[in-house]
T-cell receptor, first 115, second 115 residues
Framework: KQEVTQIPAALSVPEGENLVLNCSFT??????LQWFRQDPGKGLTSLLL?????REQTSGRLNASLDKSSGRSTLYIAASQPGDSATYLC??????????????FGKGTKLSVKP | GAGVSQSPSNKVTEKGKDVELRCDPI?????LYWYRQSLGQGLEFLIY????????KSGLPSDRFSAERTGGSVSTLTIQRTQQEDSAVYLC?????????????FGDGTRLSIL
């Protein structure tokens, strides 16, 4: 059964810092991995999607890497801003099992960027 | 509208009552997903629709939960004889098709509270 773990559960940093959020998954048989952002009381916004054949994706100040063989992904946020404060969720799209092709989520990292 | 719309945004009801949650996907999106987000549990997949059929219902937690989709568009998730453990945020997502590398677009969810 695929399990997704995110560390840390919460993170507080001063504005301007570069930071890394971690995601690990137990089964490397995935189609892709996605990073989402969730603001309080809101749904999820897709940030980056890395296909299983790719190593990384970049969008603005965000860079996500994927090491499928070791079951790890990182989300790097450069020059953090208070507006980056949110919960960041990692999800993998599975190939096998009863939930074939569905997203399996981690529990998220709650990020707070202090001005 | 431009995004996935869910209604109601909040629902408070007494234990034992039935509830219906509605999802309007992005126009033209054939794939529709329901997820549940419980405190401390993270996001769990419930059911997936392709058009009006549901090839994967594996995440529905009990036979009190059912869902339907009509006209390849609007979907309703029904919970019968609600229990306190049903309290959660129910999120709906849609994507253009079932292609594994299509990102899912999420609504803001319905926050369900069972008294």
């Amino acid at each position: 059964k695929q399990e997704v773990t995110q560390i840390p559960a919460a993170l507080s940093v001063p504005e301007g810092e570069n930071l890394v959020l971690n995601c690990s998954f137990t089964d490397s048989a995935i189609y892709n991995l996605q990073w989402f952002r969730q603001d309080p009381g809101k749904g999820l916004t897709s940030l980056l999607l890395i296909q299983s054949s790719q190593r990384e994706q970049t969008s603005g100040r965000l860079n996500a890497s994927l090491d499928k063989s070791s079951g790890r992904s990182t989300l790097y946020i450069a020059a953090s801003q208070p507006g980056d404060s949110a919960t960041y969720l990692c999800a993998v799209r599975t190939i096998y099992g009863g939930s074939q092709g569905n997203l399996i989520f981690g529990k998220g990292t709650k990020l707070s960027v202090k001005p | 509208g431009a995004g996935v719309s869910q209604s109601p945004s909040n629902k408070v009801t007494e234990k034992g009552k039935d509830v219906e949650l509605r999802c309007d996907p992005i126009s033209g999106h054939t794939a529709l997903y329901w997820y549940r987000q419980s405190l401390g549990q993270g996001l769990e997949f419930l059911i997936y629709f392709q058009g009006n059929s549901a090839p994967d219902k594996s995440g529905l937690p009990s036979d009190r939960f059912s869902a339907e989709r009509t006209g390849g568009s609007v979907s309703t998730l029904t919970i019968q004889r609600t229990q306190q453990e049903d309290s959660a945020v129910y999120l709906c997502a849609s994507s253009p098709n079932r292609d594994s590398n299509q990102p899912q677009h999420f609504g803001d969810g319905t926050r369900l509270s069972i008294l």
